[in-house]
């Protein structure tokens, strides 16, 4: 059994595949926009207040977890008490697990779309809004290419977690993320060097405090969650794989600050090039795929900044949808005794029936995009990618801070050496702020759908 779990074969392999599933469509795609939408620096700021208050903890709760018992999710919750509830905890995890890899492959399947339009130049054709608002909506709005994307994505998924966790995800993630950092210094460069683009700085820095109201902060929190991939067990199931002779506060960390420097950096790609095109930052969803193919195409060599845009974009959610599969491969393989490999291919052929509402959810079966008042898509992202992880992380917390103990946890990070700074402030976070926090800004969601009677998404 211990030998068909795997290990990473080194901190850097560890570092490399949590920073993969932590950087993806949430740092490129999803923190831009909400910057954008949430008025900019004040959004930005109170995020980095959420990350070090919040995420930090919970992710060090989780790789606690995972550490101490080397098991999946719902394999961790039993190992270390006895009773359904927990285990329940672990098993909302891979099934959150489950659903954000539905909805996120279909986004993510979109980027294959557009890498393969940038090649084929068929994104230079979108020269302003309505012109790449009809490509874009072409793209999502056409069954057939839009499953059979997503059927991509998540066939070359289980392609890599089939190999294993050193011989498949690390070897994987050790190529493609210092892959990622190149591409985006690229993008950044170009992004900065661009006239006005002083504007695009002035915006995600400079806080204006009147445009914070209480959703924009709950859509901080809930991506500062989103994005270090914490709440269902991601971190629980690599924190598993961690050597037990290997020291781990420090590689924790840095997988917390390569993310947050990542999302910044997206930040610094993309509101420069929007300022410097002289086009407004709020445009939700739409915007790294409507808004950037018409700077693109206005740009000097911008057909080839859009290649690279896309590829950067494809690889953060490859390396993300890896540890989403992985999680619920895990589970199958400890709890269930499964092997890895039909495990692996199973579980992602069962995920694409799930994602094929979410993927026809954008135009192609009009039912599909009103479900509760909203597409499919929109609807699997609330649930899954919001709701079920600050469920979880506050769980989590709740587990570790109440039940487990802080201090079981804390060895178990010390573990293989090196000392985790701040243990008190740490033990406080977990036990009081976090689910605190947490539970405020959940009670605040369902308290305003129902005075407000919309659905609480
Ligand atoms: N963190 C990933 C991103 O930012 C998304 C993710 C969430 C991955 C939860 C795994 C688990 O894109």
């Known amino acids: 059994m211990e030998i068909s779990r795997g290990l990473w074969s080194s901190r850097l392999g560890f570092v490399l595949a949590a920073a993969g599933s932590a950087i993806g469509l949430g740092n490129i795609w999803r923190f831009p926009y909400s910057v954008g939408t949430g008025g900019g620096g004040a959004y930005v700021f109170v995020y980095l207040i959420c990350v070090v208050a919040i995420s930090v903890p919970v992710l060090f709760a989780e790789l606690a977890i995972g550490r101490a018992t080397e098991r999946n999710p719902v394999g961790a919750f039993k190992a270390l008490v006895p009773g359904r509830l927990w285990r329940l905890v672990g098993g909302l995890g891979v099934l959150t ?51 059979l994307l997503t059927a991509i994505f998540l066939a070359v998924t289980a392609l890599v977690v089939r190999g294993g966790v050193s011989k498949g995800i690390e070897r994987a993630t050790s190529v493609l993320m210092p892959a990622l950092f190149v591409l985006l210094l690229v993008l950044v460069v170009r992004s900065v060097t661009l006239p006005g683009a002083h504007e695009g700085l002035a915006f995600l820095f400079r806080p204006d405090f009147s445009a914070l109201t209480p959703t924009v902060v709950m859509s901080a929190l809930g991506q500062a969650l989103f994005s270090l991939s914490l709440g269902m067990g991601t971190m629980i199931t690599y924190g598993s794989y961690f050597p037990k002779d290997q020291s781990l ?97 199973g579980i992602a052929a069962a995920c694409f029936l799930l994602a094929a509402p979410s993927a026809l959810s954008q135009g192609a079966v009009p039912s599909l995009g009103n479900v509760f008042g909203m597409d499919f898509l929109t609807l699997q992202n609330a649930i899954f990618g919001n709701y079920a992880l600050s469920i979880g992380a506050l769980m989590i917390c709740v587990f570790v801070g109440w039940k487990w103990g802080i201090r079981p946890a804390l060895n178990s990070i010390e573990e293989g050496g090196g000392r985790l700074l701040g243990r008190r402030a740490l033990a406080f976070l977990v036990r009081y702020v976090c689910p605190v926090a947490i539970a405020i800004v959940l009670g605040f969601i369902i308290i305003t759908s129902v005075i407000t009677g919309e659905p609480p998404f």
Request: aromatic share 12%; no cysteine.
């Open 97 to 147: 697990g489950f659903g954000i890899l539905a909805f996120y492959s279909v986004i993510a399947g979109w980027t294959v779309g557009y890498l393969w339009m940038a090649l084929t130049r068929r994104l230079d054709e979108a020269v302003d809004a309505a012109s790449s608002g009809a490509i874009f909506g072409g793209l999502i709005g056409d069954a057939g290419p839009a499953l």
């Open 249 to 345: 506060p420090a590689a924790g960390a840095t997988v917390a600050g390569f993310d947050t420097v990542i999302a910044l950096l997206a930040g610094l790609l993309i509101f420069p090039a929007l300022f410097a095109a002289g086009v407004q930052p709020n445009h939700g969803p739409g915007l790294v795929f409507v808004v950037l193919p018409t700077i693109f195409a206005q740009m000097p060599l911008g057909g080839l900044f859009a290649v690279l845009f896309y590829l950067l974009l494809g690889i953060a959610a490859l390396t993300s949808t890896i540890s989403l599969l992985e999680v619920v491969v895990a589970y199958f393989v400890d709890e269930r005794g499964w092997r890895r490999g039909p495990a692996a291919v």
